[in-house]
């Protein structure tokens, strides 16, 4: 699978977008592009996923480059619950059995 | 979304008793679960592959006659730690893959403490 870097934290005003970004610049053309948080103390939770399209549900929107090299994660009006460590992985669709590689991730802090 | 659920979520112990953790999935099939480690403010580690009707595959540095994984059935993992000792205090978590579906759901987390 390939790398991923992300921002150490991130802070974000209540209510405001919150735009993490990713970057998977040795991406390979038939990988994915997939988002989990973790709220303290509990597991993973996914968020989103996508190819190259950009991609949107209830939860956030998913941004990828035309180059594939990088994405940002948007969650359009942040809360406080939203306050977690996100990781953006990067890994081949049609291996569902196989685990998910973690990063360090990116602690969002959303601030009252 | 499909359930994962993992019991206990809390267990504190004595140093060299053995602590066996459940990891269920409860609407779903998963022929594969897996076993992560994660200690205070880092990520989340790989410990092992559990396959149903077959044997764990761990990852390098775990121990695998400490950290016993037994997959019985399609619905069923436990990850039992044997001769706790302090340094395993950490928070365990498991994942399902739901078979035929490229997903992967995440139990809540076991946080063990050793005394």
């Known amino acids: 699978d390939a790398k991923t870097t992300q921002p150490t934290s991130m802070d974000c005003a209540e209510g405001r977008a919150a735009n993490l970004p990713c970057n998977h610049s040795?991406?390979?053309?038939?990988?994915?592009v997939y988002w989990y948080r973790q709220i303290h103390s509990q597991g993973p939770q996914y968020i989103i996923h996508?190819?190259?399209n950009n991609e949107t549900n209830e939860m956030a929107s998913l941004i990828i480059t035309e180059d594939r090299k990088s994405s940002t994660l948007i969650l359009p009006h942040a809360t406080l619950r939203d306050t977690a460590v996100y990781y953006c992985?990067?890994?081949?669709?049609?291996?569902?059995?196989?685990?998910?590689?973690f990063g360090k991730g990116t602690r969002l802090s959303v601030i009252a | 979304g499909a359930v994962v659920s993992q019991h206990p979520s809390r267990v504190i112990c004595k140093s060299g008793t053995s602590v066996k953790i459940e990891c269920r999935s409860l609407?779903?099939?998963?022929?594969?679960m897996f076993w992560y480690r994660q200690f205070p403010k880092q990520s989340l580690m790989l410990m092992a592959t559990?396959?149903?009707?077959?044997?764990?595959?761990?990852e390098q540095g775990v121990e695998k006659d400490k950290f016993l994984i037994n997959h019985a059935s399609l619905t069923l993992s436990t990850l039992t730690v044997t001769s706790a000792h302090p340094e395993d205090s950490s928070f365990y978590i498991c994942?399902?893959?739901?078979?035929?579906?490229?997903?992967?759901?995440f139990g809540p987390g076991t946080r063990l403490t050793v005394l």
């Open positions: 996508g190819l190259k």
């Open positions: 040795t991406i390979s053309g038939n990988e994915y």
């Open positions: 609407d779903f099939q998963a022929t594969t």
């Open positions: 559990s396959n149903e009707g077959s044997k764990a595959t761990y």
């Open positions: 992985i990067v890994r081949l669709y049609f291996l569902g059995n196989t685990p998910l590689v």
């Open positions: 994942s399902a893959a739901r078979d035929r579906y490229n997903e992967q759901f």
